[in-house]
């Protein structure tokens, strides 16, 4: 079994095994990325980090690329 971590995501603690991508992270509490400019719900889509879909704060730099980074202990996530 894989090792757990715990995350902050938008201040709900999340536990997700070793090596999980933020993106999946961010899914697995039923959330998206952020919000486009028109409002709408935007969340990963290529899963290279090409398209930018997925783009969130992590641990207080914003527009990082959620797919492409592994979740760490202790980090905070912020969507929208």
């Given at each position: 079994?894989?090792?757990?971590?715990?995350?902050?995501?938008?201040?709900?603690?999340?536990?997700?095994?070793?090596?999980?991508?933020?993106a999946?992270?961010?899914?697995k509490?039923?959330?998206?990325?952020?919000?486009?400019?028109?409002?709408?719900?935007?969340?990963?889509?290529?899963?290279?980090?090409?398209?930018?879909?997925?783009?969130?704060?992590?641990?207080?730099?914003?527009?990082?690329?959620?797919?492409?980074?592994?979740?760490?202990?202790?980090?905070?996530?912020?969507?929208?």
């Open positions: 079994m894989a090792e757990e971590i715990s995350l902050t995501i938008d201040g709900e603690t999340v536990r997700v095994a070793r090596g999980t991508s933020v999946a992270a961010i899914l509490t039923g959330k998206l990325s952020r919000t486009s400019v028109s409002g709408e719900p935007r969340g990963p889509f290529c899963g290279m980090g090409i398209c930018m879909e997925c783009r969130a704060t992590i641990d207080g730099v914003a527009q990082q690329t959620t797919c492409r980074r592994q979740c760490e202990p202790g980090m905070e996530v912020v969507t929208g």
